[in-house]
Nanobody
Framework: QVHLVESGGGSVQPGGSLRLSCAAS????????MGWFRQAPGKQREFVAG???????NYADSVKGRCTISRDNAKNSVYLQMNSLKPEDTAVYYC??????????WGQGTQVTVSS
């Protein structure tokens, strides 16, 4: 059984920062490409950032320059550092693992609210 557990969400003012964490259980992490997605109310889930098993990263244009994804294979964890947050970043953020290019796992999500 694979579980992804996100943490680190919360409420911040515009311009603030948050660091999201996603801890993976099971033995999938080392061979999984990891990603962060988000879903705002009334909108479709969208890609935010991704990191491959080799450490290659990519970002949505909307967060490029403000967010950094990283992974710690020893801790089976992936992180999303978000800076200069904007109200439009408000969403539920989800962690996703794609293991061996086939198996897809999602976390339960963590709420991020950016508001003054």
């Amino acid at each position: 059984q694979v579980h992804l557990v996100e943490s680190g969400g919360g409420s911040v003012q515009p311009g603030g920062s948050l660091r999201l964490s996603c801890a993976a259980s099971g033995s999938i992490f080392s061979d999984s490409n990891m990603g962060w997605f988000r879903q705002a109310p009334g909108k479709q889930r969208e890609f935010v950032a991704g990191i491959t098993t080799g450490g290659t990263t990519n970002y949505a244009d909307s967060v490029k320059g403000r967010c950094t994804i990283s992974r710690d294979n020893a801790k089976n964890s992936v992180y999303l550092q978000m800076n200069s947050l904007k109200p439009e970043d408000t969403a539920v953020y989800y962690c996703r693992a794609v293991s061996r290019g086939i198996y897809v796992y999602w976390g339960q999500g963590t709420q991020v609210t950016v508001s003054s």
